[in-house]
Nanobody, 125 residues
Framework: QVQLVESGGGLVQAGGSLRLSCAAS????????MGWFRQAPGKEREFVAA????????YYADSVKGRFTISRDNAENTVYLQMSSLKPDDTAKYFC??????????????????WGQGTQVTVSS
């Protein structure tokens, strides 16, 4: 089992920045690819970003590419999502996920067995 706890969400004006953190515990963090998904009210959950087990490769949804950066610190068992140039459309609950793979991380939510409770991000116009 892997336990994931997100933090860092909040209310920000359009154009602003936030950094989300996700602290992992329970298993060897460096064995897991990590991802971020988000879900806005009335919409399906969508892929945001993912990072390989060693941090060597990152992947992004087209909607956030160039504005968001995913990173990880395996010594601290933490994954981050730095969000810049935020837009009202980025308003959603953001979820941290883990997948036990050394392959390319999945962009599909069903590929991730471990999920945090989520942290709310609200971007005002």
């Amino acid at each position: 089992q892997v336990q994931l706890v997100e933090s860092g969400g909040g209310l920000v004006q359009a154009g602003g920045s936030l950094r989300l953190s996700c602290a992992a515990s329970g298993r060897t963090f460096s064995n897991y690819a990590m991802g971020w998904f988000r879900q806005a009210p009335g919409k399906e959950r969508e892929f945001v970003a993912a990072i390989t087990y060693n941090g060597a490769s990152t992947y992004y949804a087209d909607s956030v590419k160039g504005r968001f950066t995913i990173s990880r610190d395996n010594a601290e068992n933490t994954v981050y999502l730095q969000m810049s140039s935020l837009k009202p459309d980025d308003t959603a609950k953001y979820f941290c996920t883990a997948q036990a793979t050394r392959d390319i991380p999945s962009r599909i939510e069903y590929g991730y067995p471990y999920w945090g409770q989520g942290t709310q991000v609200t971007v005002s116009s």
